[in-house]
């Protein structure tokens, strides 16, 4: 990869023989978008679909009290990203990972309710409080297009880049995971619609919205479509892939999943983007060392 206008100007600020980490501290905070951003992008999306389904349904916690748990798990990530003075892919990644998690039941608690269609044979209820508002997929899509749609005019507005790797403030940052947990509240709407209610099923959801990324790829090539608005919208429809591969793998043979499990594909899941991280994390250091080396 080409270096970018960043990676020079983080060699180039020195102070008295010593490398004034400008750009590692305080600029650099977010990742590149790379191949193996997204990779990892749909790797976390995935075990959010079916870590949150584990919590919410396997251990029959439910949703309301699962997306409370998962929405503080969410805030604790969030403060040490934020507090964080450069880009650590652990902490970037864990914060990708809760939103995904607490999306998923913020989600299902949107638009389920405690009827049958969404409750084990037999079953009455799933866990402690509200069951759900039953608002349903179009009506909780709505409100958070809505919701999604006014963070993003409150951004504009502030005059700050849509552009990842150009964020470099608290309040451009905070914006940028505000639109994160929406997105990925919006694209588990998105995926259950496509699963449950589209008749495609979750193998061909999952085809639907792959061969829509594939599309958005190629349009990166076309001039006249700004590529911030290719990546949003990307970032977006990468949460309906996650939730419609994560009930391929974990839901029943009978409703065309693979019965895999939420706990079993979770724990694969997990370790494969614990893998992925702690890969990013090793080419990270291994950026800044040379960065370093050149500056000194």
């Known amino acids: 990869m080409s270096e970018t206008a960043l990676e020079s ?20 905070k977010l990742p590149e978008v790379t191949l193996a951003f997204w990779v990892m992008k749909i790797a976390a999306t995935t075990l959010g679909e079916t870590a949150g389904d584990l ?24 403060v040490i990203q934020l507090a964080s003075r450069r880009y650590n892919p652990f902490f970037y990644w864990t914060v990708i990972l809760s939103t995904s998690m607490a999306g998923t039941t913020m989600s299902d608690f949107m638009n389920r309710d405690a009827s049958a269609k969404y409750l084990a044979p037999g ?25 999604l749609l006014l963070i993003f005019a ?6 700050m ?8 403030t608290f309040r451009a940052e905070a914006l ?30 999952a085809l639907l919205v792959t061969g829509a990324l594939a599309v958005l790829a190629a349009l ?4 006249a479509v700004p590529n911030v608005v290719l990546f949003w919208i990307a970032f977006v429809l990468t949460r309906p892939l996650g939730a419609t591969a994560g009930d391929l793998l974990t ?31 090793w080419r990270e250091r291994t950026r800044r060392g040379q960065l370093t080396r050149r500056a000194g």
């Open 154 to 159: 409150a951004w504009k507005a502030t005059g």
């Open 176 to 205: 940028f995971w505000s639109a994160i947990l929406v997105s990925n509240t919006l694209g588990t709407s998105m995926g259950d619609f496509l699963s449950d209610s589209s008749g495609l099923g979750y193998a061909g959801g």
């Open 55 to 78: 919590f919410a349904q396997t251990l029959k916690l439910g949703y309301f009290l699962t997306t409370v748990a998962l929405f503080v798990v969410f805030v604790v990530t969030l």
């Open 220 to 223: 990166m090539r076309v001039r």
């Open 9 to 28: 100007a983080d060699r180039t600020q020195v102070d008295g023989g010593r490398k004034a980490d400008v750009v590692g501290q305080v600029v650099r």
């Open 161 to 168: 880049t849509f552009v990842i790797r150009d964020i470099v």
């Open 251 to 281: 839901k029943p043979v009978a409703k065309g999943g693979l019965a895999l499990g939420t706990a079993g594909s979770s724990a694969v899941l997990l370790a494969v983007l614990v893998g992925l991280m702690g890969y990013a994390q």
């Open 123 to 147: 079953a009455t209820s799933l866990g402690w409080g509200p069951q759900g508002l039953g608002l349903g997929y179009p009506v909780g899509a709505a409100i958070l297009v809505s919701a």
